[in-house]
């Protein structure tokens, strides 16, 4: 049986180290690893591209000992990690009204509810990276994890805004671009780092997770299952 699912790349841009890994989920829901490549990484400090010529050098570096790990592969996007000094994040709070109660709350509501928040205000030279929904509130009830069913009159949410330095992310895009790839999501490192090896009892019971690279350490805190800091 031919497996339709995508082929998902992953690229690490490190102090130390870049690497591509990909992969895609198999018949059975497990994630199956298809090719993995990595270089030296010079052109990188704590998070920041300093030298794109060489970073662009170290990527397709990285890319051809992907393919040499599996020659049928064929990679145009890649989810980039991102991670330094310069990431910041605050919380947010976020409310819509809605014009009539007696249908249920959809997802369009709720991805207005998001994109309100891409017009938080954040300091010149920032820009949002992500922004991840804690918990919803249904008019008087709280802590709702998904408020998609409910029926109200209020609809609001708790917001982790994940934000970074505009031209430091300019430079991981164009580096990416240049090596010939397309950036197709940037993921805070922490939290591609629990996705992979924390399981959703150790989100909920509450954890720390703590990235520690070459050249910056990141820490990610979890309870009750909700993102509570970076």
Sequence with gaps: MVNT????????????????IAGR???????????????????????????IDQTIKA????????????PNLAIEEVYVGIAGHHIKSLQTRGDIVRQTTEEEIRQEEVDRLVADQYRTYIPAG?????????????????????PIGYSGVKVGANFHIITGDKNAIRNINRSVEKAGLITKDLVLQPLASAAAVMCDQDLEAGVAIVDIGGGTTDLAVFYEGILKHT
């Design 59 to 70: 990527i397709e570096m990285a890319l051809k000992n992907c393919y040499d790990s599996n």
């Design 25 to 51: 989920k198999n018949e059975y829901g497990k994630l199956e690893i298809l090719g993995f490549g990595r270089a030296n990484s010079n052109g990188v400090q704590h998070g920041m591209v300093l030298n």
């Design 5 to 20: 699912n995508p082929v998902i790349v992953g690229l690490d841009i490190g102090t130390t180290k870049i690497a591509a």
């Design 126 to 146: 920032d820009q949002i990276i992500d922004v991840i929904p804690q918990e919803f509130t249904v008019d008087n009830f709280q802590n709702i994890p998904n």
